[in-house]
């Protein structure tokens, strides 16, 4: 490319911001603009007749064939692009992406110079080859890098670009290209600081292709390829030994030299099981699926890096990765506050990282592969890779870390699949289920619940409710100090015990979706389960709380009822003398009604409280649920009716446990409760809950005769003909 013509191009697009130009003038200096980057372009290379090939012109091979002006034309199309970014058009990756620049010039240029790096070449050559690696690695990952904080005009404009990319990174010549190039640089135990970002930029590359979303294809499509390029891609990766280069990593994470390529790693994995749920892995009990052919004939394929996933620490250490488990580190009480609760600066930086769980169809051939990965992922890399992250995001001092949701939802992902397969050794997960990793957890639980961040809420409740299935689990192995420990602390620390209830209670349907509701409800009864079981083995549970400091009053009469209800979520094992118990399902009314947002579960941290520890009552614990927002919540998982497993025994624990049947005397709540009648609808516990809605339109029936009992319970009426 011409200098002079370069050098125009360097400052034709200040150029068009300064001047005020009409319509006409501004789109012929685009145009113009658009010649001199679509020169750099055919300035990059060509294709030519391999010397070599058949002498029959039509099967005569071509080759890319970089030009001398290449390196030098792919740092004006560098320029050109960083220049267009301070407008709005984006026209610089707009012109790239019709000409096709990186499918047909830029990978063609990274696979040439690739070649030419493993070949002896003299100092010169050497360092314009590596110059022009690295310069394609930058554009690669500018390219490909995802469109999601951009307006949605500009995402849907350039959605077709990045998938026309994705199907070029398809194929084993690109990801042969660019895995040869991080390994050969990764090897090396003393790498200069742009090799590291060489390495670091390869992985952002794959990072950026696999977060490429498909366009959604409907199972019952016909006259559609099932086959979506991300199992395309899964298999090209898979046989050019990529994904086990990603294990290589994942495995060492704890090496603090890794440290800055942990997050590109957290989100390599969780693209490659991107919108995949446990289900479709996992449809039936994998019981030997460590001990698989596939499993065992792939372990020698590591071989080609150089020993049995080993790495180099730098320090002319070499790292095993198929070692023997993780001792497990002494355990220290970690369910604090958190005393700084920071919101992010900026809040796009908060759903920069979100975590999509629109399940997908899954193309056979890539169960086996993911089977696999998963296997080895959880057997060699979730100790250390989890460890290392939760370290990270401890470390970070902020619970609205951009990586953290992810990792969140990762962790859980994992330890689920673990626990769909008894041949697992639990002992795989257990970095997860360490106490301070735990309680950082619920903190951060705690928090999103304060900040109104939903999202990373639902990550935080999935994420719990595998750990809390886990440690189910352990209970009377070999590992049941670790989750005795846990447990332990879990059950005595009031503010945890706290938090599940408030969980049950922030639901708007305004705010929500179904599927965070579900997983309130899964959560729940896992927690309420894992409690049940525990206390029951032990002799006496107690509880630390926080409770104000307050002077006795005189109690007012006929206001017993109401006291219990307004402290039961604070304190729910408050004592309570016999005539109070006894008036709990008597004192009928609605205090908990209103939908007070701003009120519901606020932690009071003032200097007028103090810590008491008190003995803890699992029935009375179960009367903190008995709210009328705990019940409008899950009413709306009745119409149509779904994790009705989960949904039944909270709804016969506030009405018949707690002897509140009052709280679903609402129109909108008998109106959904109705639909469960309708024959159409097959879900569990079907009969035990028909027999439940039953008994409450009982109740409900007797009270909405009596005008008296009708205004004391505030039931409304139905004019519904079935009701």
């Given at each position: 490319?011409?200098?002079?013509?370069?050098?125009?191009?360097?400052?034709?697009?200040?150029?068009?911001?300064e001047?005020?130009?009409?319509?006409?003038?501004?789109?012929?200096?685009?145009?113009?603009?658009?010649?001199?980057?679509?020169?750099?372009?055919?300035?990059?290379?060509?294709?030519?007749?391999v010397?070599?090939?058949?002498?029959?012109?039509?099967?005569?091979?071509?080759?890319?064939?970089?030009?001398?002006?290449?390196?030098?034309?792919?740092?004006?199309?560098?320029?050109?692009?960083?220049?267009?970014?301070?407008?709005?058009?984006?026209?610089?990756?707009r012109?790239?992406?019709?000409?096709?620049?990186?499918?047909?010039?830029?990978?063609?240029?990274?696979?040439?110079?690739?070649?030419?790096?493993?070949?002896?070449?003299?100092?010169?050559d050497?360092?314009?080859?590596?110059?022009?690696?690295?310069?394609?690695?930058?554009?690669?990952?500018?390219?490909?890098?995802?469109?999601?904080?951009?307006?949605?005009?500009?995402?849907?404009?350039?959605i077709?670009?990045?998938?026309?990319?994705?199907?070029?990174?398809?194929?084993s010549?690109?990801?042969?290209?660019?895995?040869?190039?991080?390994?050969?640089?990764?090897?090396?135990?003393?790498?200069?600081?742009?090799?590291?970002?060489?390495?670091?930029?390869?992985?952002?590359?794959?990072?950026?292709?696999?977060?490429?979303?498909?366009?959604?294809?409907?199972?019952?499509?016909?006259?559609m390829s099932?086959?979506?390029v991300?199992?395309?891609?899964?298999?090209?990766?898979?046989?050019?030994?990529?994904?086990?280069?990603?294990?290589?990593?994942?495995?060492?994470?704890?090496?603090?030299?890794?440290?800055?390529?942990?997050?590109?790693?957290?989100?390599?994995?969780?693209?490659l099981?991107?919108?995949?749920?446990?289900?479709?892995?996992f449809?039936?009990?994998?019981?030997?699926?460590?001990?698989?052919?596939?499993?065992?004939?792939?372990?020698?394929?590591?071989?080609?890096?150089?020993?049995?996933?080993?790495?180099?620490?730098?320090?002319s250490?070499?790292?095993?990765?198929?070692?023997?488990?993780?001792?497990?580190?002494?355990?220290?009480?970690?369910?604090?506050?958190?005393?700084?609760?920071?919101?992010?600066?900026?809040?796009?930086?908060?759903?920069?990282?979100?975590?999509?769980?629109?399940?997908?169809?899954?193309?056979?051939?890539?169960?086996?592969?993911?089977?696999?990965?998963?296997?080895?992922?959880?057997?060699?890399?979730?100790?250390?890779f989890?460890?290392?992250?939760?370290?990270?995001?401890?470390?970070?001092?902020?619970?609205?870390?951009?990586?953290?949701?992810?990792?969140?939802?990762?962790?859980?992902?994992?330890?689920d699949?673990?626990?769909?397969?008894?041949?697992?050794?639990?002992?795989?997960?257990?970095?997860?289920?360490?106490?301070?990793?735990?309680?950082?957890?619920?903190?951060?639980?705690?928090?999103?619940?304060?900040?109104?961040?939903?999202?990373?809420?639902?990550?935080?409740m999935?994420?719990?409710?595998?750990?809390?299935?886990?440690?189910?689990?352990?209970?009377?192995?070999?590992?049941?100090?670790?989750?005795?420990?846990?447990?332990?602390?879990?059950?005595?620390?009031?503010?945890?015990?706290?938090?599940?209830?408030?969980?049950?209670?922030?639901?708007?349907?305004?705010?929500?979706?179904?599927?965070?509701?579900?997983?309130?409800?899964?959560?729940?009864e896992?927690?309420?389960?894992?409690?049940?079981?525990?206390?029951?083995?032990?002799?006496?549970?107690?509880?630390?709380?926080?409770v104000?400091?307050?002077?006795?009053?005189?109690?007012?009469?006929?206001?017993?009822?109401?006291?219990?209800?307004?402290?039961?979520?604070?304190?729910?094992?408050?004592?309570?003398?016999a005539?109070?118990?006894?008036?709990i399902?008597?004192d009928m009314?609605?205090?908990?009604d209103?939908?007070?947002?701003?009120?519901?579960?606020?932690?009071?941290?003032?200097?007028?409280?103090?810590?008491?520890?008190?003995a803890?009552?699992?029935?009375?614990?179960?009367?903190?649920?008995?709210?009328?927002?705990?019940?409008?919540?899950?009413?709306?998982?009745?119409?149509?009716?779904?994790?009705?497993e989960?949904?039944?025994?909270?709804?016969?624990?506030?009405a018949?446990?707690?002897?509140?049947?009052?709280?679903?005397?609402?129109?909108?709540i008998?109106?959904?409760?109705?639909?469960?009648?309708?024959?159409?609808?097959?879900?569990?516990?079907?009969?035990?809950?028909?027999?439940l809605?039953?008994?409450?339109?009982?109740?409900?029936?007797?009270?909405?005769?009596?005008?008296?009992?009708?205004?004391?319970?505030?039931a409304?009426?139905?004019?519904?003909?079935?009701?």
């Amino acid at each position: 490319m011409d200098y002079l013509e370069a050098e125009e191009g360097q400052h034709h697009h200040h150029h068009l911001a300064e001047q005020q130009l009409t319509d006409e003038q501004l789109s012929e200096e685009i145009e113009r603009f658009r010649r001199i980057v679509l020169s750099a372009c055919s300035s990059l290379g060509n294709l030519k007749l391999v010397a070599d090939s058949a002498q029959d012109l039509a099967d005569r091979k071509m080759e890319y064939m970089p030009s001398e002006d290449c390196l030098a034309s792919l740092k004006d199309i560098k320029r050109y692009i960083q220049e267009d970014e301070q407008g709005e058009g984006k026209w610089v990756l707009r012109w790239l992406g019709e000409c096709n620049t990186l499918q047909n010039d830029i990978i063609p240029i990274f696979i040439y110079y690739t070649k030419q790096l493993k070949e002896q070449l003299s100092d010169h050559d050497h360092d314009r080859a590596l110059k022009t690696i690295m310069m394609c690695v930058e554009l690669l990952v500018f390219l490909t890098w995802s469109m999601d904080s951009e307006p949605e005009e500009v995402k849907v404009r350039f959605i077709r670009v990045l998938r026309s990319y994705k199907r070029a990174f398809a194929s084993s010549p690109a990801v042969f290209s660019l895995l040869s190039v991080a390994v050969m640089f990764f090897r090396k135990a003393h790498k200069s600081d742009k090799e590291a970002l060489l390495v670091k930029g390869i992985l952002y590359i794959f990072r950026n292709v696999l977060a490429i979303p498909d366009p959604l294809v409907s199972p019952t499509s016909k006259g559609m390829s099932q086959v979506e390029v991300h199992d395309t891609l899964i298999a090209v990766l898979d046989k050019e030994l990529a994904i086990d280069f990603f294990l290589t990593l994942a495995s060492s994470a704890d090496d603090k030299q890794l440290k800055d390529l942990r997050p590109t790693l957290l989100d390599i994995v969780y693209y490659l099981f991107y919108r995949v749920p446990v289900s479709a892995l996992f449809d039936q009990q994998q019981t030997t699926w460590f001990n698989g052919d596939n499993g065992s004939k792939r372990l020698g394929r590591h071989n080609n890096f150089g020993g049995v996933y080993a790495v180099s620490t730098g320090d002319s250490t070499i790292m095993p990765v198929f070692n023997a488990k993780e001792v497990l580190h002494p355990f220290a009480n970690m369910f604090k506050k958190r005393q700084n609760v920071r919101k992010p600066r900026d809040p796009a930086e908060a759903s920069a990282v979100s975590v999509d769980r629109e399940w997908r169809t899954l193309d056979p051939t890539s169960v086996p592969i993911l089977r696999r990965v998963a296997a080895v992922f959880i057997d060699s890399c979730f100790n250390p890779f989890i460890a290392a992250m939760f370290e990270d995001a401890k470390l970070s001092g902020t619970v609205m870390d951009a990586a953290t949701p992810r990792l969140l939802y990762v962790a859980g992902y994992f330890v689920d699949i673990s626990l769909t397969n008894p041949a697992v050794d639990l002992g795989c997960t257990s970095a997860l289920v360490q106490t301070h990793v735990f309680g950082l957890i619920m903190r951060n639980a705690s928090a999103y619940v304060e900040m109104r961040e939903w999202m990373p809420l639902e990550q935080a409740m999935y994420c719990t409710q595998q750990i809390l299935l886990s440690l189910g689990r352990m209970r009377g192995t070999k590992l049941d100090s670790l989750s005795e420990n846990v447990l332990s602390n879990l059950f005595y620390d009031g503010d945890a015990l706290d938090l599940f209830v408030r969980l049950c209670r922030v639901y708007k349907p305004t705010k929500h979706s179904r599927r965070f509701l579900e997983q309130v409800a899964r959560l729940t009864e896992t927690f309420m389960a894992t409690l049940k079981s525990y206390a029951q083995a032990k002799a006496g549970l107690l509880v630390k709380k926080r409770v104000k400091k307050r002077t006795k009053k005189p109690a007012k009469a006929g206001s017993d009822g109401e006291e219990e209800k307004a402290d039961i979520a604070q304190d729910p094992n408050a004592t309570n003398d016999a005539d109070n118990e006894s008036e709990i399902g008597q004192d009928m009314d609605d205090a908990g009604d209103a939908e007070d947002e701003e009120s519901d579960g606020e932690d009071n941290d003032g200097a007028d409280e103090v810590l008491v520890e008190r003995a803890f009552d699992v029935t009375k614990f179960e009367r903190a649920f008995a709210t009328s927002d705990v019940v409008k919540a899950y009413s709306h998982l009745l119409a149509p009716p779904s994790s009705i497993e989960y949904v039944y025994p909270m709804l016969s624990r506030i009405a018949i446990a707690s002897e509140r049947p009052h709280l679903f005397f609402k129109k909108n709540i008998m109106l959904r409760m109705l639909v469960l009648f309708d024959d159409q609808y097959t879900y569990p516990h079907r009969t035990e809950m028909l027999d439940l809605v039953a008994w409450i339109f009982r109740q409900y029936v007797t009270v909405i005769n009596s005008p008296a009992l009708a205004n004391h319970y505030k039931a409304e009426e139905l004019d519904n003909k079935l009701a």
